[in-house]
């Protein structure tokens, strides 16, 4: 009785673990998206929500912006994160780019965007809080069409969140991806902070 009891405590162990290492492997997934990716080629048809009041997008007939517009003839630093007002990302991710901004402009940069799965008007609403929107362009979005065209989707249910995006960076000119580099997990800002794009431009 007591062999069966540990063989079966065992086996029970024996899952957990394979559970664990299952979640861990999710969590260490990697885009599709890879350094030589063309983003407008990739996503022809998908457009971003730039961040705007209710009133403006009304006023604009809830425009959205094609990629080529963002990319073409462009040297631009772009960085995804999983949510406006998440916590990582309010205190330190945006931050890292909002305080060296001046320095992507001194390196020849046009644009530094950030971009969520959010729609325009929480977006702007958060650039807004953080005081960020002189420094920095923030875009939606808000269907997740344009990570899941890059593979770089997310499940985060298990923080309410649902299907978001992971966290990464890239350095990209005129459409092409020069740099690339996407967090182990959603929580964590090792390589797609400001201090490591500049240092790969």
Not at 182 to 197: L, M, N, Y
Request: hydrophobic fraction near 40%; proline fraction near 3%; aromatic fraction near 8%.
């Amino acid at each position: 009785m007591a062999s069966r009891i540990l063989k079966r405590s065992m086996m029970m162990k024996s899952t957990v673990g394979s559970l664990r290492i299952a979640a861990a492997a999710a969590s260490r997934h990697y885009a599709s998206v890879a350094v030589g990716t063309d983003l407008v080629s990739a996503a022809p048809d998908v457009r971003l929500q730039k961040a705007r009041t209710w009133d403006e997008g009304v006023s604009s007939k809830f425009s959205t912006t094609p990629l080529k517009e963002l990319f073409k003839d462009r040297k631009v630093v772009i960085f995804g994160l999983p949510g406006a007002y998440t916590g990582v990302c309010s205190a330190q991710h945006v931050p890292s780019y909002k305080k060296n901004v001046d320095k992507f402009k001194a390196k020849g940069i046009d644009s530094v965007i950030c971009v969520a799965v959010n729609d325009p008007y929480t977006l702007n609403a958060w650039a807004e809080k953080l005081e960020a929107k002189d420094a920095i362009e923030f875009y939606g979005d808000f269907d997740g069409s344009f990570h899941k065209s890059l593979d770089l989707e997310v499940d985060l249910s298990a923080a309410l969140l649902g299907p978001r995006s992971h966290r990464w960076s890239a350095y990209v000119v005129d459409g092409k991806v020069k740099a690339l580099n996407v967090e182990g997990a959603p929580s964590e800002v090792k390589v797609s902070g400001a201090d490591v794009i500049l240092e790969q431009i």
